[in-house]
């Protein structure tokens, strides 16, 4: 009896905390992402890559489906996500001896317009960037599907800890 006393006391303390990290407010069931849009191209030496938009919207979406409870819908969610890529660039990082470059840096920049319908304290606008270095005698297409795995790994990943984990 003492033992299932404090079982149920342990897991009663856990709230609205989950094994992710994330702690979701009372009354919220539902999450959005609304379609990010590439803008990458209007900010100078930025390029506009075909799909990047669409793989970046669904890796939020996947990402917070895997780590919530939240259902995904289209319209009147709880929690609503929704932006621009901003950034999209390779820049030369290091120099050899004959001053060409030892190695490049894809960076990828994305604006975050956060809502928060049950506790609009919570609401905000940021930014959020990470790059993906290769080696310069390599394409950009060469390393696009590593790059691409990792930018959104660690862009999505700081998105939820901002939103959810609140960390």
């Known amino acids: 009896f003492l033992m299932g006393l404090l079982c149920l006391f342990l897991l009663a303390g856990c709230g609205i905390y989950s094994f992710t990290g994330a702690s979701i407010p009372p009354g919220t069931n539902s999450f959005q992402v609304n379609y990010f849009v590439n803008v990458a191209g209007n900010k100078p030496g930025s390029t ?8 970046f919207t669904v890796a939020l979406q996947d990402l917070i489906l895997n780590l919530t409870n939240l259902d995904l819908v289209t319209a009147d969610g709880d929690l609503i996500y929704e932006g621009d890529i901003t950034e ?3 820049t030369p990082m290091s120099a050899t001896a004959e001053n060409t470059a030892a190695q490049n840096r894809l960076k990828m920049t994305v604006f975050l317009t956060f809502t928060n319908t049950k506790r609009e304290e919570d ?21 696009i599907d590593s ?12 998105i939820f800890n901002e939103t959810l984990a609140k960390w």
């Open 48 to 55: 506009v890559e075909p799909g990047l938009d669409r793989d």
């Open 88 to 90: 999209y660039s390779v």
């Open 123 to 143: 609401n905000f606008k940021k930014s959020f960037s990470f790059f993906y270095d290769f080696p310069a005698d390599k394409q950009v297409y060469d390393v």
């Open 147 to 158: 790059a691409h795995k990792e930018l959104f790994e660690r862009i999505t990943q700081d």
